[in-house]
Every structure is written in structure tokens, then in C-alpha cells.
């Protein structure tokens, strides 16, 4: 079946510093989709991307899906405090009726 | 509140014993789905629904584990003869448009014990 990967499996920053998580699929996705989970909270969703090579912008994080529709990354420039948690990629399969497979997840921790 | 409901958000329950979730989707969101979190991994397909009918269920679903969204609504997950391994946070998600990405409820913690 269809898996996901994500690495690094965990980051430690200092504030200011950038992060980045990349994502990798075992199989061509028809969309991935990237969600952020708090400690202790449920995952929430963040963006979508579509087409090949697409890069979107919110804010200072940077999303960009793979020309091969296989892999993503997600970038954060200046990190702040509030960005720690776990950033989940997710990706729908061609065919699968809009069921999304999780990634493996990056934590990402933050420190003054 | 117009977000995901899930109820109840924490059970303990000895082994042997069935439980059952519910979830409540934001109203407008014909698509319902139900995913199981363990600690420190991602989140793992269970089932879908759209509207009322089950569209897919994971081959990991052991016949212990049973859906239903009677009338396109809220939704029951229940798992029989629970065993330790099925402790773990069971998430409920809708979604009604491709590009707008799930609504997760703040999801059941089971213990079995």
C-alpha cells in the first residue's frame, strides 16, 4: 500500500533559526495536503497543493510539491515559539476516493 | 461551535468490554472519516463515509471495529471485545470540497486496561 516518510523525524531549533521537513511518497499523489498538531491537540490543516511543481506561500512558511508529484517540503523561515508541534504531510493517492495517508510526522521543537 | 464534536473524549474501558465513539461533522460536510493516533505517529485511515454509505475501510480493521453514519450525520465507531492494542486516540475528520482540507475533532483517548 501507499506509505509516506517524513524526515527529520524530530528538530530542535533556537528562535530565529529556519526549519525545513521534507516528505516522500511511495506512490504519485493526486494532491498533498500538510496539517500542524500541537502537544496535546488534533491535527489542523494548513494547505493543499495540486499540480506539479507548485510552490504557496503563507506567511513565513513556504510549501512546495515535488515536479514528480512524489514529494514535498515544508519550510519555515524565522521560526518563533509558536510554531512548535508536529507537521504532518498527507497524501491522496490517485483513486482513492479522497482517503489521505498520513506521514510519519516531523517534531519540531523551538527554544529561546 | 461549528467544528468536529467527538464524544466522549477520554475512555477506559477493561479488556473484553465494547466501546462506542461518537462523532458529530461539521453539518455542511458530507464526508466523514475516522483515523487512529498512537504516540508519536501520524494518524491511520480507518474508514470513510460519504454522506451515509461507507465508501472504504482499512484492511488493518480487524472485524472487531464497525461504522455507521445512519442519515448522512453524526457517526458511531465501536470496537468489540476490545484488546490492549486498540488503546490509542481515535480521530474523527469531515470534509465536504477537495482543497479545503479535513476538520479533525479533538478526538476519544481509549484506555484498555
Known amino acids: 500500500g501507499q506509505q509516506v516518510m517524513q524526515i527529520p523525524q524530530y528538530q530542535h531549533v533556537q528562535e530565529g533559526e529556519d526549519f525545513t521537513t521534507y516528505c516522500n511518497s511511495s506512490t504519485t499523489l493526486s494532491n498533498i495536503q500538510w496539517y500542524k498538531q500541537r502537544p496535546g491537540g488534533h491535527p489542523v490543516f494548513l494547505i493543499q497543493l495540486v499540480k506539479s511543481g507548485e510552490v504557496k506561500k503563507q506567511k513565513r512558511l513556504t510549501f512546495q510539491f515535488g515536479e514528480a508529484k512524489k514529494n514535498s517540503s515544508l519550510h519555515i523561515t524565522a521560526t518563533q515559539t509558536t510554531d512548535v508541534g508536529t507537521y504532518f504531510c498527507?497524501?491522496?493517492?490517485?483513486?482513492?476516493?479522497?482517503?489521505?495517508?498520513f506521514g510519519t510526522g516531523t517534531r519540531l521543537q523551538v527554544t529561546l | 461551535d461549528t467544528g468536529v464534536s467527538q464524544d466522549p473524549r477520554h475512555k477506559i474501558t477493561k479488556r473484553g468490554q465494547n466501546v462506542t465513539f461518537r462523532c458529530d461533522p461539521i453539518s455542511e460536510h458530507n464526508r466523514l472519516y475516522w483515523y487512529r493516533q498512537t504516540l508519536g505517529q501520524g494518524p491511520e485511515f480507518l474508514t470513510y463515509f460519504q454522506n451515509e454509505a461507507q465508501l472504504e475501510k482499512s484492511r488493518l480493521l480487524s472485524d472487531r471495529f464497525s461504522a455507521e453514519r445512519p442519515k448522512g450525520s453524526f457517526s458511531t465507531l465501536e470496537i468489540q471485545r476490545t484488546e490492549q492494542g486498540d488503546s490509542a486516540m481515535y480521530l474523527c475528520?469531515?470534509?465536504?470540497?477537495?482543497?479545503?482540507?479535513?476538520?479533525f475533532g479533538s478526538g476519544t483517548r481509549l484506555t484498555v486496561v
Open positions: 498527507a497524501g491522496e493517492g490517485p483513486g482513492t476516493a479522497s482517503k489521505l495517508t
Open positions: 475528520a469531515s470534509s465536504l470540497v477537495a482543497g479545503r482540507g479535513y476538520t
